[in-house]
């Protein structure tokens, strides 16, 4: 008996019951689809973040002031942190050889105003070198003016968002607005950039860093943002930046260093949990699938008894007849996998029409991991039905 | 030349567990049946024909004695080796037709070569050939609900024989059926009988019985008579010493 003979056998006995099939087809579907579409989602939101991260360009490098663990010995004696300066960026940017651009960055919200209008937006401060780290692009004017770091121009870019409201129909470039008590002349518009790493890059003004922490009465700066030289050793240049700025603040450890893969991994790996756990959720649903598929073969096999006990009294051996509702299980089973896939498919194909910033793909391990386990769920939850039709006493069978 | 023996039943028992005490439906059966002949087995319900008809066809095995087919004794063979005989060296034929409804006349006839592994065109031929025996070659591409009793029963014999067995085994082959039928289905078995294919036949019926070379009547799982089909006489089979085991006395 071949595999096709087996296959054809299966398959007319599948058609045989129409709706019984179509059901527990369906039930596999639907776990197959879930799993499929779960997946899909989850991977879709990881590479999202994984692409904001990228989005920073490679080789960046992030400075937080303050060191997030618990130091040992009394208070006011160890673990004060030192302020984050811009002589320490300053600093840094001029002993380490890898870095090969950065920028401080100041951050805080304030009051932005032309004439009557005004809005709280956030306020960034930075110096010239971040539109290089951050790969900022300006539309009309140009970006904050490169200089003494510690000077403070008063003057602002804008984000395409805020220039529009506060200048409707006009071009902001050149007119003075208030940053918070400050007055300040508008020198650029950004190109319109939206989300990028939680800041929307088209509502914030950049002023100079030193402008900003007069206008925010700190000492500290928020972020150092550090891009290293393409063919820099990213762990020497990391270690050299901690060297360096540990001598700064007398051997003392009080800042953060990340690197954008560790962020990133951090985030892939929250996310490729999110996903597992996903998956699992779907899984279950396709065990239940599983269990529909073993009562549809249960019943198949209790109201076929006189077909089997004909099949023994034919000549089939007890392994073909096991092949043979084997078959009929997978078959069952598989066919189900691939309706799912099919919707599956469709309805990824709505969500990317309706939201084409989402991407849904499902990872290929997910659709083949979701097929494989469709075949395997007939296979398992068959078992038992087809080891019932080859024990059945063919006379018990065979009597009407 | 002596035609040689095919079945050799030696002190044969049957005995099942019911409700915890053994219920015996074959007591010492002794029996030779020899290549090409054509016997009946009669009996009232519950006497053991059946049983004795599955023993037989190695659907089941006995509890104690011997049975010997064609030289080999059975009790010593595996499961795939009954199966194997059951294949090759044995047709069955029953009372309620057993064929699969999903599937055309010529798929029932083709299925025990499927189990075979034979090639699909040799099915086809072979399936057509059993098909165009028994008069169904016509009616090949209908399901069993399109056919009519004798109709379906003549599918069922093209599926007994199409592997070519030695040994045809029919449990009530007519009780299902009306006379004229059931006439054409007798006749059919006679041919192949005629042709050299062994005829076990399990009936009620005296009518049906009589044609047999020879007719075995069981009682509660013993032999109690063996007589020559052509003794059985003219009786009705429609009057009287039927299935009431009333006529195995003057039978013996």
């Known amino acids: 008996m071949t595999f096709f003979e087996v296959l054809r056998f299966a398959t007319a006995a599948l058609r045989g019951h129409g709706l019984r099939t179509g059901l527990s087809m369906l039930g596999v579907g639907i776990g197959v689809a879930a799993v499929v579409m779960l997946t899909g989602l989850g991977e879709g939101a990881r590479r999202y973040v994984t692409d904001q991260f990228a989005s920073l360009g490679t080789n960046i490098l992030i400075i937080i002031p303050g060191k997030n663990e618990t130091t040992g010995g009394l208070p006011g004696i160890g673990g004060v942190p030192n302020d984050l300066t811009i002589d320490d960026a300053a600093t840094v940017l001029r002993t380490v050889r890898s870095v090969d651009t950065l920028s401080p960055v100041a951050m805080g919200t304030e009051t932005v105003s032309y004439r009557s209008r005004s809005r709280d937006v956030m306020v960034v401060g930075a110096t010239s070198e971040m539109q290089q780290v951050r790969g900022i692009v300006v ?29 409707p129909g006009q071009d902001p470039v050149g ?103 996903l998956a699992g959720i779907a899984a ?22 006189h077909e089997i006990g004909l099949l023994k009294a034919v000549g089939a051996r007890r392994r073909q007849i096991l092949v043979a509702f084997l078959t009929e299980a997978v078959l069952l089973s598989g066919a189900g996998g691939v309706l799912g896939l099919g919707a599956a498919w469709i309805a990824m194909q709505a969500l990317a029409a309706t939201y084409p910033a989402v991407d849904v793909t499902p990872p290929t391990w997910a659709v083949l991991a979701a097929v494989g386990v469709s075949l395997v769920v007939g296979a398992v939850f068959g078992v038992l039905p087809a080891r019932n039709a080859t024990r059945l006493d063919p006379i018990a069978a065979l009597r009407s | 030349m002596a035609p040689e023996t095919m079945i050799q039943l030696r002190d044969l028992w049957r005995t099942y567990e019911v409700g915890g005490r053994p219920l015996h439906a074959l007591r010492e059966i002794c029996e030779q049946i020899a290549s090409g002949e054509h016997v009946a087995i009669m009996g009232p319900s519950g006497s053991g024909k059946s049983t004795l008809l599955n023993l037989i066809g190695c659907l089941d095995q006995p509890t104690g004695g011997s ?35 999903r599937l055309t006349a010529n798929g029932n006839v083709e299925l025990p070569m499927v189990f075979a592994g034979l090639p699909r065109a040799e099915r086809h031929e072979r399936a057509s050939a059993a098909l165009e025996a028994v008069g169904m070659l016509e009616r090949a591409g209908h399901r069993p609900d399109q056919l009519s009793g004798g109709e379906l029963q003549r599918t069922a014999i093209a599926r007994a024989i199409v592997m070519g067995p030695q040994l045809l085994l029919a449990d009530e082959p007519t009780g299902n059926l009306d006379s004229k039928s059931g006439q054409q289905v007798l006749q059919l078995l006679d041919g192949l009988n005629d042709r050299g294919l062994t005829l076990i036949m399990v009936t009620h019926d005296p009518g049906v019985a009589r044609r047999a070379d020879r007719i075995i009547t069981l009682v509660d799982g013993r032999i109690v008579s063996r007589m020559k089909g052509s003794a059985m006489g003219d009786i009705n089979p429609y009057i009287g010493a039927v299935d009431s085991g009333a006529g195995t006395g003057e039978l013996d």
């Not at chain 1, 003494?148 to 804008?158: F, H, N």
């Not at chain 1, 003392?252 to 954008?260: A, G, R």
């Not at chain 1, 279950?284 to 008894?305: D, K």
């Open chain 1, 139 to 167: 539309r009309s004017g140009s970006f904050l003016p490169p200089g003494d770091w510690k000077r403070g121009a008063p003057v602002a870019v804008m984000g395409k968002g805020i220039a529009q409201e506060l200048f």
């Open chain 1, 284 to 305: 279950i649903s396709l065990s239940v699938a599983g269990i529909g598929i073993m009562n549809v073969m249960l019943v198949a096999v209790s109201e076929r008894t």
């Open chain 2, 67 to 101: 049975y010997v087919l064609n030289g080999r004794e059975v009790a010593t063979l595996t499961e795939d080796e009954l199966a194997d005989i059951r294949r090759n060296l044995i047709g069955f034929v029953f009372q309620s037709y057993h064929l699969i409804p």
């Open chain 1, 175 to 277: 007119k003075v607005v208030r940053v918070g008590d400050f007055r300040t002349r508008v020198i650029g518009v950004m190109a319109p950039r939206g989300v990028s790493l939680g800041i929307d890059f088209d509502d914030i003004v950049i002023i100079p860093v030193a402008t900003s922490m007069r206008l925010f009465n700190r000492n500290s700066l928020f972020r150092v943002l550090i891009k290293l030289d393409p063919l820099a050793d990213s762990e020497v240049a990391k270690a050299d930046i901690m060297a360096t700025l540990i001598e700064r603040h007398d051997g003392e450890e009080d800042f953060t260093l990340i690197t954008q893969d560790a962020v990133m991994s951090a985030f892939s790996q929250i996310f490729a949990a999110l996903t597992a756990a």
